[in-house]
């Protein structure tokens, strides 16, 4: 898939990502969303799953990298709030 390609599925996955999860993004961060979001799901569907697709610009990578990019926005979210748990925990009263 060619760079513009990627930027094009990215920039959609992101913003569809940032709908479904209720954020406010920046159009240069759905972009890196989007794009990881791309190998996240990649990952998830072809590997895991054993999903074959065809690659390219067509609706088949528009899931794929959004349901990806949902993914990495839910473990970001945990991350965080795992962090800040433990930060919590080393506070005084």
Request: glycine content about 14%; cysteine-free; overall charge positive.
């Amino acid at each position: 898939m060619s760079i513009f390609a990627w930027i094009i599925v990215g920039l959609i996955a992101g913003w569809l990502a940032e709908q479904f999860t209720g954020r406010e993004h920046g159009l240069v961060t759905n972009l890196i969303v989007g794009v990881v979001g791309a190998v996240v799901g990649g990952f998830l569907f072809s590997s895991l799953l054993g999903f074959q697709y065809q690659r390219g610009l067509n609706l088949a990578t528009i899931v794929v990298a959004t349901v990806g990019a949902v993914v990495f926005l839910f473990l970001m979210d945990w991350f965080k709030g795992k962090n800040q748990l433990d930060s919590d925990r080393g506070r005084l009263p």
